[in-house]
């Protein structure tokens, strides 16, 4: 169970507190910091009209700010936290700085919370079986994934794993529920002690929340790639890369890093990185290129040969890639990932087998949908970048490919190969449309459509059988629909919509 030292002090009693956003992260926030007694005001730049079920799920003692309001009462601010969405440069923010009032994230106040409570772990886990790393720490381990593609599957990964191994994990993140949400509901109203308590913490982490850490200090970290993304946000790819590298900036030699040994961005940004950091996290790598120290692919296995492993042999055969239920180039690099990742932690071997043989892959990722008359539908809605549809693309062939959405300041020209050698149609859709067709139409055969449904049409009148119907945007969702995981819902409606009534099948 959870022990909370409550001779430590709580050092947000009290204390004035802006929360800004009103999206998962920020209610998480504001409800936790009132349960720990903070007086919490919460701003969005949304109307009151539109929120209106946001507000309904939070404390009551939180009081609700209308964004042209938050000002006026910034000046009595002890602390200021954001959500993820928030870009640091806006006025209110700004202004926060100039009067030195302290801004966080929604993840640094956790970990800050975590820490502070020191909230223990009593678990029936005999740790004498496993190595370093809990040992080590002592209270809850904090597991942080980052990367740009590729992040929700391998956290993902990594927590059944924990859990096959025996371990109590905790789940959050940018994968969709907010840490300061998940705290708190295990550690229950007024942080009394429950029976399920983590061992681990098991976050997916963006660059945006990676941009306002201070205390923030991952057991394991890992960096799965870096391509570009978000530019509409950087003003450049080095701004961009350096927002991901700050997950290492308070690891210590007690520590672990995970990183992507064929990533060239992830070579340059690390290397410039630790030889400025006095104090290095250990690293271990991944690769399907190379034999280095970790995790590599040779033969059609999965190696593992590291001294920060516990393994009957070295190097260990861990898995064959063909027993890895989820399939593609870059599923085989978050499985290594994965692998490493639980390893360092404590899972055995078998634990770490028995989830890469059994999971099946997570939705909107590379997902199949459905097969008509030979034509399969693959939803890859969460493919929101470049790198993505380049990634999903490289495992097909014969695809008529649907993009478009929200640009954010993508190079699509650099997709051109891929195009020319493996996409017999391409599909285009939001606001994108235009630059995409620009960079990449002359390629191949390109039409605009306004939606999904006419998209999936579309796609029917011109495939053969054997073909791949893929939906990989390259961009944002929303121009047209609340997030990708709406879109890739209203994808598979239009797939089963189109299947009901030209096939006469019903599921």
Do not use: W
Request: glycine residues 8%.
């Amino acid at each position: 169970m959870i022990k909370v030292k409550q001779e430590k002090k709580n050092k947000f009693k009290g204390k004035n507190i802006l929360v800004v956003g009103l999206a998962r992260s920020g209610t998480g926030a504001a409800n936790l910091l009132a349960e720990l007694g903070a007086k919490v005001s919460i701003t969005d730049s949304k109307s009151p009209d539109t929120l209106a079920d946001r507000i309904k799920q939070l404390s009551s003692s939180v009081k609700f700010i209308a964004e042209g309001k938050a000002g006026e009462v910034i000046d009595s601010m002890d602390m200021i936290v954001i959500s993820p969405g928030v870009p640091v440069y806006i006025p209110l923010l700004v202004k926060a700085d100039i009067k030195g009032i302290p801004v966080i994230g929604e993840l640094e106040l956790a970990y800050q919370i975590v820490k502070s409570y020191e909230l223990r772990v009593m678990s029936n886990k005999d740790y004498t079986e496993s190595p370093s790393l809990i040992t080590r720490h002592p209270s809850p381990g904090f597991i942080g994934i980052t990367g740009t593609n590729g992040k929700s599957t391998t956290t993902t990964l990594v927590d059944l794993m924990l859990k096959e191994a025996g371990f109590n994990t905790l789940l959050a993140g940018n994968i969709g529920n907010a840490l300061t949400e998940e705290i708190l509901k295990t550690a229950g109203t007024g942080l009394k002690p429950v029976p399920a308590c983590p061992d681990f913490l098991v976050v997916e982490i963006s660059s945006f929340q990676l941009e306002t850490i201070e205390e923030f200090r991952p057991n394991v970290a890992a960096i799965l790639n870096i391509t570009p993304d978000h530019l509409d946000r950087y003003d450049s790819m080095k701004d961009y890369a350096d927002a991901k590298a700050r997950i290492i900036d308070n690891q210590t030699p007690e520590d672990y890093l995970v990183l992507n040994a064929d990533d060239p961005g992830i070579r340059t940004i690390i290397s410039e990185k630790l030889e400025m950091k006095s104090e290095k996290p250990e690293i271990i790598y991944f690769s399907r290129l190379f034999e280095v120290e970790g995790a590599y692919l040779k033969n059609g296995m999965i190696y593992c040969n590291s001294s920060h492993i516990s393994l009957p042999s070295s190097p260990f055969p861990l898995i064959s890639q063909n027993e890895i239920k989820i399939k593609g180039v870059h599923n085989l690099e978050n499985a290594m990932a994965a692998s490493l990742i639980a390893l360092v932690s404590g899972c055995g071997p078998d634990a770490v087998r028995n989830v890469l043989k059994n999971f099946p892959g997570l939705e909107h990722r590379l997902e199949f949908v459905d097969d008509i008359n030979g034509v399969r539908f693959i939803n890859d809605s969460k493919g929101t970048n470049v790198g993505a549809v380049a990634k999903s693309l490289a495992d097909f062939e014969n695809v008529i490919l649907i993009m478009g959405g929200l640009d954010k300041g993508s190079d699509f020209s650099v997709l051109g190969d891929l195009i020319r050698t493996r996409v017999k149609l391409l599909i285009l859709l939001g606001a994108a449309a235009d630059v995409i067709a620009e960079a990449l139409g002359s390629i191949t055969e390109t039409h605009r459509v306004a939606g999904l449904e006419e998209a999936v049409a579309l796609s029917m009148s011109k495939a053969l059988s054997g073909d791949t119907v893929m939906l990989s945007p390259g961009c944002a969702s929303f121009d047209m629909f609340k997030d990708f995981e709406d879109r890739g819902r209203q994808f598979k409606e239009a797939v089963k919509a189109y299947k009901n009534k030209n096939t006469g099948k019903t599921e």
